[in-house]
């Protein structure tokens, strides 16, 4: 049974960076892509990043674009997320997820075959 857990979380004051990661186990084939959802009280889970693993080609929300960056290791079955310059709307509990279909997109949770149970992040102003 595939598992993904997320670690890295915590509470950090705007402007400051954390790095999250995601370790996946127990997976006997091969993964065509992870990505990063977040959800904020009270709102729907959200895109926050994505990478394929073939080409390596990397997908961002405009919100973080040019303050987090995604990276990952095949061979290591881990994916990270960088997160600079943070502020308070970047509050939420962010979700590692994995695809393993090679087909369709990246944007939507729908795309994604597992998940993670989440790891909070509470950036104070």
């Known amino acids: 049974q595939v598992q993904l857990v997320e670690s890295g979380g915590g509470l950090v004051q705007a402007g400051g960076s954390l790095r999250l990661s995601c370790a996946a186990s127990?997976?006997?084939?091969?993964?065509?892509?992870m990505g990063w959802f977040r959800q904020a009280p009270g709102k729907e889970r959200g895109f926050v990043a994505a990478?394929?693993?073939?080409?390596?080609?990397?997908f961002y929300a405009g919100s973080v674009k040019g303050r987090f960056t995604i990276s990952g290791d095949n061979a290591k079955n881990t994916v990270y997320l960088q997160m600079n310059s943070l502020k308070p709307e970047d509050t939420a509990v962010y979700y590692c997820?994995?695809?393993?279909?090679?087909?369709?997109?990246?944007?939507?949770?729908?795309?994604?075959?597992?998940w993670g149970q989440g790891t909070q992040v509470t950036v104070s102003s």
């Open positions: 990478i394929a693993w073939s080409g390596g080609a990397t």
């Open positions: 127990g997976r006997t084939f091969s993964s065509y892509a």
């Open positions: 997820a994995e695809k393993v279909r090679g087909y369709g997109g990246f944007l939507n949770r729908e795309d994604y075959d597992y």
